[in-house]
């Protein structure tokens, strides 16, 4: 099969991979029907996250099942299916409790499995895919793909941070997720969502998910911002979907005195000072996020075209171009990339 | 009246102070009936914290109103009361959504007030003071001293980490705040509680106040060994009652994937890895504790003698001789100094 392999930063390339086999009955082999380019691709890409070798790259996907393990009972060949980033068997204690990102048998995709490629060796399959209520409509595919990592961590982030019915909300960062954010403090019923963004389009999209408003400011000036639209408190809720020692800082600047901060952004190298967060007197909750909670909810609503994340996807490219998405991504004319298969 | 005023590190001095006066129609004059030490006034003591000339200390106290400004309703003169060792008003939105330390008016009663002395100013009265349902028997006084800073901040530790039935609890640090949380953690219907401590006195005392385990090895020792009490997975809820980086990251890595990490040691100069934070996927909580929410109950429990937090006082001596009370915490002689005034 074909597949995507990065050998050092910059350096993209489709490439022969040999076709993944069953090797745990508890394993599915799915047939890709697209996937696409994660901002935490872009870490090796720009040589921030260092390479062990030539890796084959993705972890988000969606496609239809070939082949199934003699074990596997929750989906079958033929169905189309959406699944985690993170593989979890959603049985064991820490499952059961929603965290399936930090289940016992927890292995990210990324990190072996690769899924810019034509098929994929998903193991665990029962506790990690979920199937659609049916074969989608092509229109379906983009939303379906972004509820297995982008939409699934957005969701998770304004879970983390509370957001809800009477809520202020305020979201660090403009990227993908930091949209899904907002689409998702929308649809929990926030009262006011408050965007940090300084790129028009993204404001634009900004809106169309939900942002009451818009702050450009960053850093202090981001957080004075943030207090003056509150009352001189900070919002309730703050979601950071960034990964930066400022972002990070100025989502707990923003956040009041017993407020939520939930914290998605993949943060290599932040330092956190520890008395700041201890005066700052505020819950945290952050880390990859556990889509595999969502799924079932996250499919539902996109079936029923009631939420729309696939709009976050501005660059369609057929998987033999994705030396080209990823230069597009990297040098910010894309904010998502989509590989069709 | 006399007061205690540290001019250096390791001085302290019982001194002459001007006797307070109602200032604000919202102040109480009390006079003290006890002090005490916190673990927190040994930082300048050591040096560790920088001190900006002589400063009046203590921040814990109970005592009888002697007067009130006009616009106080809730305690009148007579009344015993406890007070939270930070100022709230009690009404402001933060206060109300029980973060009374992050209050609109919240101020340190360390920094300005200082209740290691006869007589103390206490700003906004009726929002940080409680009244006792009656005279109390002298046996009460340490109990009730204890709720005002060192029961009370355990106590939110234990709420902050989600102590509750059915769960495991693991607390890193004896000291006086250490043992509280054990106290609360028993109280809140833990199933399990497991004190991470090395002396054998306080052992005794955690196993008094209701561990059922004890993990003598620090680091990532006692990771292991917490993990291995918990079937590999961590502890649901994590008190860090400490301050030190060992101790913070300890208590990250003994709390599961999920769980609920409460911090309440002061942690100066802890610099938290934010990449670590994030793999860990666990929900923090923490800062100066809003004891003010839990006075009410905390009271009512020692009025009832259902707990004896009076017990982590293991020294009591007159207020003239607060240099002894120092230097005997400072050198560990004693966990926690109660002043007679």
């Known amino acids: 099969m074909r597949g995507v392999v990065m050998h050092a930063p910059g350096d993209v390339r489709v490439e022969r991979r040999e076709d993944p086999q069953i090797i745990e009955p508890t394993d599915a082999i799915i047939r890709l029907s697209a996937s696409c380019i994660c901002g935490s691709d872009l870490w090796p890409y720009r040589g921030v996250e260092k390479l062990d070798g030539p890796s084959p790259m993705g972890h988000e996907y969606v496609g239809v099942v070939e082949q199934v393990g003699d074990q596997v009972k929750n989906v079958k060949v033929g ?10 068997d959603n049985t064991c204690e820490i499952c059961q409790a929603g965290f399936q990102s930090k289940c016992v048998h927890a292995e990210f995709v990324a990190a072996t499995i690769g899924t810019q490629a034509e098929k994929a060796r998903i193991p665990h399959a029962d506790g990690t895919l979920v199937a659609t209520p049916g074969q989608p409509d092509p229109e ?33 960062g403009d990227g993908a997720v930091g949209l899904m ?12 969502i408050i965007a940090m963004s300084r790129h028009a389009d993204r404001q ?11 702050v450009e400011e ?25 990964g930066t020692q400022e972002a990070f800082m100025q989502a707990v600047g923003a956040t009041r005195g017993g407020g939520h901060l939930g914290y998605v952004g993949v943060n290599y190298g932040v330092t956190i000072p520890g008395f700041d967060l201890f005066l700052a007197g505020i819950h945290t909750l952050g880390g990859p996020a556990p889509v595999r909670r969502f799924l079932p909810d996250l499919i539902q609503l996109i079936w029923d075209r009631k939420i729309d994340p696939g709009k976050v996807f501005d660059l369609e490219l057929p998987l033999d171009q994705a030396a080209e998405g990823y230069q597009a991504m990297h040098e910010r004319r894309a904010t998502k990339v989509l590989f069709t298969v």
Chains 1, 2 share one sequence.
């Open 181 to 192: 954010a907002i689409l998702a403090a929308k649809q929990l019923g926030a009262e006011r």
């Open 204 to 214: 634009a999209l900004a809106r169309f998910y939900g942002a009451t408003d818009i």
């Open 140 to 172: 379906l595919i983009p939303s379906l793909l972004a509820a297995s990592d982008v939409l699934g961590t957005g969701w998770f982030a304004a879970v983390a941070a509370e957001a809800g019915p009477g809520k202020t909300v305020a979201v660090v």
């Open 79 to 88: 169905d189309f299916v959406v699944g985690s980033f993170v593989i979890s």
């Open 218 to 242: 960053r850093g202090d000036d981001g957080v004075a911002k943030i207090k003056e639209l509150t009352g001189g408190l900070g919002a309730h809720s703050v979601v950071e979907a960034v």
